[in-house]
C-alpha cells in the first residue's frame, strides 16, 4: 500500500518536473506508515528517540529515470531532536516488497528551521534537505513577487524587512540546488560570512540576485526568461577566479 500511494501520488503531479516548487503531501489517515516503519528493517535507525513529521515529498533538483525525469518521490521522517540537530529520513518502498526498497538516506539539519535560521543554513549549504530546496522557478517567481512594484535595476536588500517567513526570499534554498555551482559556495559559506544579499530586475537580462562575502567577493546570479518559448536560464558570475 505504501508504493501503490506513493506511485498514485506521482502520477497524478506529471508538473513535479525541474523548477517547478516540490509537493509536500501529507499521508491519507488510512495509510499504513507507522506499521511500515515498524516493520522496516532499519526501523531503529528511522525512529531513534521519536517521529515529529512523516510526508511524501517530491525532491527538489532531482530526476527519477524511471518516471520520465519527474522530481524524485520519497517519504520523509522527521526525526525529534537530539544534541541540537534534527535528522530527516528519507525512504522509498521497492516496486517487489521490503527487500527491493532504496537505500535509507537522511541529513541532519540545526534544530530551528532551515528557512529562518540563514547563517547555520549558509554555513552548511549542501545540508539543506531536497525537498526545501528551490528550483529556478521557484527562485524567479519569489524574486518577480519582490521585484513587482520595484523600478528598473533598483537593488532591494533581502537581509531585512522580514515577512512571515523570516525574510523577502530565503535565497540560500536556491544556492544549494545548483549543481557544481553550489559546491563551490558550500566551501565558500563555510570560510567566509554572507554579508549583504540584494536583488534587482533589467528589463534585457531578466532578475538578479547578488550575494556579499565578508571578503569583499561577490556572486551574481541571473535567471533570464525567454520571451518567447518561457524557457529559464541561470546565470552565474563569481568575482572570485
Given at each position: 500500500m505504501m508504493r501503490a500511494w506513493l506511485n498514485e501520488v506521482a502520477a497524478a503531479n506529471p508538473q513535479q518536473r525541474d523548477g517547478a516548487a516540490p509537493m509536500r503531501?501529507?499521508?491519507?489517515?488510512?495509510?499504513?506508515w507507522m506499521e511500515y516503519v515498524a516493520k522496516h528493517k532499519e526501523a531503529d535507525r528511522i525512529v531513534g528517540d521519536g517521529l515529529v513529521s512523516f510526508s511524501l515529498c517530491f525532491i527538489a533538483g532531482t530526476r527519477d529515470?524511471?518516471?520520465?525525469?519527474?522530481?524524485?518521490l520519497d517519504y520523509v521522517v522527521e526525526k525529534m531532536p537530539r544534541d541540537g540537530a534534527t535528522?530527516?529520513?528519507?525512504?522509498?518502498?521497492?516496486?517487489k516488497?521490503?527487500?527491493?526498497?532504496a537505500k535509507v538516506r537522511s541529513v541532519s539539519a540545526p534544530a530551528d528551521s532551515w528557512v529562518s535560521d540563514k547563517d547555520a543554513a549558509l554555513r552548511n549549504l549542501l545540508g539543506i534537505p531536497q525537498h526545501l530546496r528551490y528550483g529556478k522557478r521557484?527562485?524567479?517567481?519569489?524574486?518577480?513577487?519582490?521585484?513587482?512594484?520595484?523600478?528598473?535595476?533598483?537593488q532591494v536588500e533581502l537581509t531585512v524587512g522580514a515577512t512571515e517567513d523570516g525574510e523577502l526570499f530565503p535565497y540560500w534554498?536556491?544556492?544549494?540546488n545548483l549543481g557544481e555551482v553550489s559546491r563551490d559556495l558550500h566551501v565558500r559559506c563555510y570560510t567566509y560570512a554572507v554579508v549583504k544579499a540584494t536583488c534587482?530586475?533589467?528589463?534585457?537580462?531578466?532578475?538578479?540576485?547578488?550575494?556579499?562575502y565578508d571578503d569583499g567577493n561577490h556572486i551574481d546570479l541571473g535567471i533570464y526568461?525567454?520571451?518567447?518559448?518561457?524557457?529559464?536560464?541561470?546565470?552565474?558570475t563569481p568575482s572570485w577566479s
Amino acid at each position: 500500500m505504501m508504493r501503490a500511494w506513493l506511485n498514485e501520488v506521482a502520477a497524478a503531479n506529471p508538473q513535479q518536473r525541474d523548477g517547478a516548487a516540490p509537493m509536500r503531501v501529507e499521508p491519507p489517515a488510512d495509510l499504513p506508515w507507522m506499521e511500515y516503519v515498524a516493520k522496516h528493517k532499519e526501523a531503529d535507525r528511522i525512529v531513534g528517540d521519536g517521529l515529529v513529521s512523516f510526508s511524501l515529498c517530491f525532491i527538489a533538483g532531482t530526476r527519477d529515470p524511471n518516471r520520465n525525469g519527474q522530481m524524485r518521490l520519497d517519504y520523509v521522517v522527521e526525526k525529534m531532536p537530539r544534541d541540537g540537530a534534527t535528522e530527516h529520513v528519507y525512504l522509498h518502498p521497492g516496486p517487489k516488497g521490503p527487500r527491493s526498497d532504496a537505500k535509507v538516506r537522511s541529513v541532519s539539519a540545526p534544530a530551528d528551521s532551515w528557512v529562518s535560521d540563514k547563517d547555520a543554513a549558509l554555513r552548511n549549504l549542501l545540508g539543506i534537505p531536497q525537498h526545501l530546496r528551490y528550483g529556478k522557478r521557484q527562485a524567479w517567481a519569489s524574486l518577480n513577487r519582490i521585484l513587482q512594484d520595484v523600478p528598473a535595476q533598483t537593488q532591494v536588500e533581502l537581509t531585512v524587512g522580514a515577512t512571515e517567513d523570516g525574510e523577502l526570499f530565503p535565497y540560500w534554498l536556491w544556492l544549494t540546488n545548483l549543481g557544481e555551482v553550489s559546491r563551490d559556495l558550500h566551501v565558500r559559506c563555510y570560510t567566509y560570512a554572507v554579508v549583504k544579499a540584494t536583488c534587482e530586475w533589467h528589463p534585457v537580462s531578466g532578475v538578479w540576485l547578488h550575494v556579499h562575502y565578508d571578503d569583499g567577493n561577490h556572486i551574481d546570479l541571473g535567471i533570464y526568461r525567454d520571451p518567447r518559448y518561457g524557457k529559464l536560464t541561470v546565470y552565474t558570475t563569481p568575482s572570485w577566479s
